[in-house]
């Protein structure tokens, strides 16, 4: 079994848990990461940052933003240094979607961590966080 594969695995059966709850509340996984970036932010931020922070792809994340904004879960207003410039925040809807979901997305980790016990999650995040971090 190769480690792309097993990641793969791994990384479905964790987000297929997930999956179901937020489709409940109609949101995508891909939406729920944009929405907990900014209900993280105390500021307004520019999409660059929430690209680098979601791992989701400019044109990937253009699509998602405007379904949010047009939702009413985020707000875009311009940069008043760069006019060009988009910035994104959490609307006070969306951080109301956060404080439903995010207590539910903790019940799931919480099943995770009783399935495999809590000192082996830490120590997976903490060797996939290394594994990521590699220049191999």
Do not use: C
Request: charged share 25%.
């Amino acid at each position: 079994q190769s480690l792309p594969m097993a990641l793969l695995r791994a990384r479905e059966n964790v987000m297929r848990q997930f999956r179901t709850g937020l489709a409940e509340h109609g949101i995508t996984e891909q939406q729920w990461r944009v929405l907990r970036a900014l209900s993280a932010q105390e500021e307004p931020i520019d999409i660059t940052k929430v690209s680098e922070q979601t791992f989701l792809l400019g044109p990937s994340l253009s699509r998602i933003v405007a379904k949010l904004s047009e939702r009413k879960l985020i707000t875009r207003s311009k940069d008043q240094v760069d006019q060009r410039r988009s910035l994104l925040s959490i609307s006070q809807q969306g951080q109301k979607l956060i404080d439903i979901v995010g207590p539910e997305s903790e019940a799931i980790y919480a099943r995770i961590e009783w399935a495999i016990g809590p000192s082996e999650v830490a120590q997976l995040v903490k060797d996939l966080n290394r594994l990521a971090d590699q220049n191999f």
